[in-house]
């Protein structure tokens, strides 16, 4: 049997791939192999493994999502929803959304550990690649269209058919992210000034639906034909439509082409549009304003909580200390949007 | 005191070894985190040139807009300016308030991350 492993601790291969190569075994037969496995960068909150099972002449390119260790140790991240219901959201989205398809859920007191496993998609996620490369050139043209075709399936899904999720309209996070900030007492005006207009700014309530929570360059699977995956479901909860549209605007995530507001790549009009004809509803540019300050906000003091686990000596990292100073990036931003509302 | 070398000397001969010496060396998360430490240092001297006389402009434009008597430290001023915009003494349209916000920001950008998109947006 061909089998590698690249990891540090072995002892967490070792039990991945017995996991893994019973699985194998049930889903595509006994005759099927376990060819590689390899644990990918990125993902703090989540192991993500790269599997490749040989059966029956065919190779079968998968990928593990896994909690680390295979145990949740604690509440790491308050608002991630947990794997189980993450695997249980792609099954609703699929077929509506582009998305990986759920092969197989493995329990928290399984030999696997909690995990699930999906389809591998091919394409490129790193943002400044897509924006960029040539390669990409025809899908950064249809891509605006087609994440406002994704976002109006994610928010179809009724709501009657998801998973217990939590519900958190834009007001409850702005007081939550309100407090965090003042809890660590370092006043900052423009902030001050960013919550008072939303509070004093309320947009009217819009009946809750899935919202993806993170749709953005990044989460995205992205191949010479445009959007071919939606991933990282884990921040979705129930919520207000316009906070996934506005989140893809924040100007961190266009990632230095401010001049396309719609992830670096599109124009809102073309993003509203695409999504009202795929059903969604019709949302004008000035109703995304409102969430695309909460957006620029809620980046200015997630940078504030990354900042604070170096303060704090939780992280002695020069990148978390670094990161304090990327807080000032989402102060300008929340100016300009400020600045046409005065 | 000397100043042979200065503090800016310091640092940049620290810098100069960072990206010269130690980057060129490293691999992965290492190098990566050798990158970040350049670009703190980068920070610290970009601050030592921009902020004594940004600062002080910015209390200045803070003294002025709240009224308050000279010789109040920039986050003595800040506090009071956070606690009369939570209050709703101070507002968007607070004349004034736009304009030294951005110019506070920018200057601050300009130590922070002189090539953010967001200083050319608009």
Known sequence: MLFRVIVAKMGNAEQIQKALTAWAGQFYGPESSLEHVARLSGGASQETWSVDVAAAGKKHELILRRVPGGFQQSARNSEAIGLATEARLLECASGTVPAPKVLGVFSPDSDMGEAFLMNRISGETIARKILRDDAYSFAREKLTAQCGKALAGIHAIPVSELPDLPETPGLAQLDKYEDIYRGFDMPRPVFELAISWLRQNPPPPSPAVLVHGDFRLGNLIVDESGLAAVLDWELAHLGDPREDIAWLCVNSWRFGHSENRVGGFGQLDDLLSAYADAGGQNFSAEEIDWWEILGSLKWGIMCMIMYEAYRSGADPSVERAAIGRRVSETEIDLLNLLEGKA | ?122
Do not use: W
């Open chain 2, 1 to 122: 005191m000397h100043d042979a070398p200065s503090q800016k000397e310091m640092i940049e001969a620290v810098k100069a070894f960072i990206d010269n010496t130690a980057m060129p060396s490293l691999k992965g998360h290492a190098a990566f985190h050798a990158r970040v430490a350049s670009n703190v240092l980068a920070t610290v001297l970009r601050e030592m040139d921009i902020r004594p006389e940004a600062e002080s402009e910015e209390v200045q434009r803070l003294t002025n807009l709240l009224g308050e008597a000279p010789g109040q430290s920039a986050a003595v001023l800040n506090q009071k300016l956070c606690e009369q915009i939570r209050s709703g003494d101070i507002s968007l349209t607070t004349p004034g308030l736009l304009s030294h916000l951005k110019t506070t920001t920018i200057s601050q950008l300009s130590v922070d991350q002189p090539g953010y998109s967001g200083l050319k947006a608009r």
